[in-house]
């Protein structure tokens, strides 16, 4: 069973920058793609950013690209979200995801998440 734990969520002015981690366990990590989603109050749950199994491709939503940077440092089975240029539209609580098939692209698909952290953005 995979599990995945978020962590760095919390609060930052707009235009600051937070830090997210997210450390998964249960299986082979450095076979599996991973990503970030998020789900703002009243809306749907979506995607925010991915990457392949070696780090090597990178996928972003629009609202994400040239703001937030995803990597993955499979030594430690750990994937991070580098949230710079922070906007108050980015308030949501980020998911940290994966896929149930190994091997897929950067952009999944993304069928497993954790819980979640909160990223709470002010004006």
């Known amino acids: 069973q995979v599990q995945l734990v978020e962590s760095g969520g919390g609060l930052a002015q707009a235009g600051g920058s937070l830090r997210l981690s997210c450390v998964a366990s249960?299986?082979?990590?450095?076979?599996?793609?991973m990503g970030w989603f998020r789900q703002a109050p009243g809306k749907e749950r979506e995607f925010v950013a991915g990457?392949?199994?070696?780090?090597?491709?990178?996928f972003y939503a629009d609202s994400a690209r040239g703001r937030f940077t995803i990597s993955r440092d499979n030594a430690k089975n750990t994937i991070y979200l580098q949230m710079n240029s922070l906007r108050p539209e980015d308030t949501a609580v980020y998911l940290c995801?994966?896929?149930?098939?190994?091997?897929?692209?950067?952009?999944?698909?993304?069928?497993?998440w954790g819980q979640g952290t909160q990223v709470t953005v002010s004006s």
């Open positions: 249960g299986r082979t990590f450095s076979s599996y793609a």
């Open positions: 995801a994966t896929t149930t098939t190994p091997y897929t692209s950067a952009r999944g698909p993304y069928n497993y």
């Open positions: 990457v392949s199994t070696t780090g090597n491709t990178k």
